[in-house]
C-alpha cells in the first residue's frame, strides 16, 4: 500500500532502520507490545481491545465506552523497568517482587523518528508519540539513565500540540522541561506529521516538516524505545501534576464523559531513520 514520503531534515542522508506502515489488518506483534501498567501498577483504563488496523494502511486507535467507563490502548516497542507489575502484592506504593524482564521489540539511540497521524476529536482523553528509558531515574545522571522524550503530546481539542521532556525519575529528584502550546495549522487532510532528531547533543523537534523546537538539556545517550499512546483522564490514582494520591482514581474525568463516540486516534506510519555519515 502507497504512503507519503517522509519528511525527513534537510542537508543529511538517511536511512531507515525500522517502520510499521500498518498495511493489511492485523497489528504485527513482532513490533509492538501493548502497555496495561503504569508505574507498577495495572491501569484500569488500558486494553487491547481498541487498537485495530483498517485494512487501509491506518492503525486506529479507538476510544471505547463499557458499563459507564472508558477504554484505550498504548503501544510500545520496549519496557520500562517502573512499569513491569508485582506477581504478589502492592502497598502503600511498595511492589514485590516486580515481574520478570520482557525482552524488548525494538530500541534505538539517535536518528530521526517520525510519525504521520490524526489527532482525536473527543475531549477527555490525549495521544502521545514518544520514547522511553528502560532504566529512566536509576541514577541521577540522565545520560544514563534516559530520557522520556515526548515527540507529541495533544492534550486538549484545541488545534495546539506540545513537546516535553522529562528526567531523573519520577520522585523528589524530577526534572522537566517543553516547548509550551505550538500551533498547528490545517492540512487538506487532517493528518499531521512529528518528527525528533535526536543527536548527542540536542533533541530539534518538528511539525509538518518544520523546526519547532530544540533542547540541549539532559540528552540521553542510552538506548530507548518508541511508544504510541493514548490514555482517558480521570484513571490515574495519584494527581499528574503534585504526583498527591487521589480518592477518586478508577473514575472518568467530567471532561471524558461529554466525549461524543466515535472517535479515534489515527496513525499512517512510525518510521525510523539513522543518518547516514559520509
Wanted: glycine fraction near 8%; include cysteine.
Amino acid at each position: 500500500m502507497e504512503h507519503v514520503k517522509s519528511l525527513l531534515p534537510a542537508g543529511k542522508k538517511w536511512r531507515l532502520v525500522w517502520h510499521d506502515e500498518f498495511d493489511g489488518t492485523e497489528l504485527d506483534m513482532t513490533k509492538w507490545s501493548f502497555r496495561y501498567h503504569l508505574l507498577h501498577k495495572r491501569q484500569m483504563c488500558l486494553t487491547d481491545e481498541t487498537a485495530s488496523l483498517d485494512g487501509k494502511g491506518n492503525l486506529v486507535l479507538s476510544l471505547m465506552e463499557k458499563d459507564g467507563h472508558f477504554y484505550c490502548s498504548q503501544l510500545q516497542t520496549g519496557e520500562n523497568y517502573l512499569d513491569r507489575p508485582s506477581v504478589k502484592f502492592e502497598e502503600n506504593g511498595f511492589a514485590w517482587p516486580i515481574d520478570k524482564f520482557s525482552e524488548p521489540k525494538f530500541m534505538h539511540k539517535y536518528g530521526f523518528y517520525e510519525i504521520r497521524c490524526k489527532l482525536q476529536t473527543q475531549p477527555g482523553w490525549w495521544s502521545a508519540f514518544w520514547l522511553q528509558s528502560p532504566v529512566i531515574g536509576c541514577c541521577p545522571d540522565p545520560k544514563i539513565a534516559g530520557v522520556e522524550v515526548d515527540i507529541m503530546e495533544s492534550f486538549r481539542r484545541n488545534n495546539k500540540i506540545s513537546h516535553n521532556n522529562h528526567w531523573n525519575g519520577y520522585g523528589a529528584n524530577y526534572k522537566g522541561t517543553g516547548s509550551g502550546d505550538i500551533q498547528l495549522e490545517d492540512t487538506p487532510d487532517g493528518y499531521h506529521t512529528f518528527g525528533l532528531e535526536w543527536t548527542p547533543d540536542e533533541y530539534i523537534y518538528y511539525v509538518d516538516g518544520k523546526e519547532t523546537w530544540r533542547c540541549s538539556e539532559a540528552v540521553s545517550q542510552t538506548e530507548q524505545f518508541i511508544l504510541v499512546t493514548t490514555e482517558c483522564m480521570g484513571y490515574r490514582w495519584f494527581d499528574a501534576l503534585t504526583g498527591e494520591p487521589k480518592d477518586n482514581s478508577n473514575v472518568p474525568a467530567d471532561l471524558l464523559k461529554q466525549a461524543v463516540l466515535p472517535d479515534a486516534f489515527i496513525v499512517d506510519y512510525v518510521r525510523v531513520f539513522d543518518e547516514v555519515k559520509d
